[in-house]
């Protein structure tokens, strides 16, 4: 079974790359008994969609006509 380091550096990768089916399984195994590092992965995903809204509201202010 992975330990709380395997799983959070598995949780980002998994940002950069698809992970294999090994990994999942061993990933989702951890994450049911592991509060700790369920909320690391929540973390993570709250980063990444605040991150992308970012993003997106920069893209959409760059487009806007200047006045």
Do not use: W
């Not at 990768?13 to 195994?29: A, F, G, P």
């Not at 592991?34 to 992308?52: H, T």
């Amino acid at each position: 079974m992975l330990n709380c380091r395997e799983v959070t550096r598995l949780l980002s990768e998994s940002q950069e790359r698809t992970l294999s089916l090994s990994e999942r399984m061993s990933l989702k195994v951890h994450l049911l008994i592991c509060a700790g590092c369920r909320n690391f992965g929540k973390q993570m995903d709250a980063l990444r969609q605040i991150a992308r809204a970012y993003v997106k509201g920069a893209n959409e202010r760059r487009d806007e006509p200047d006045d």
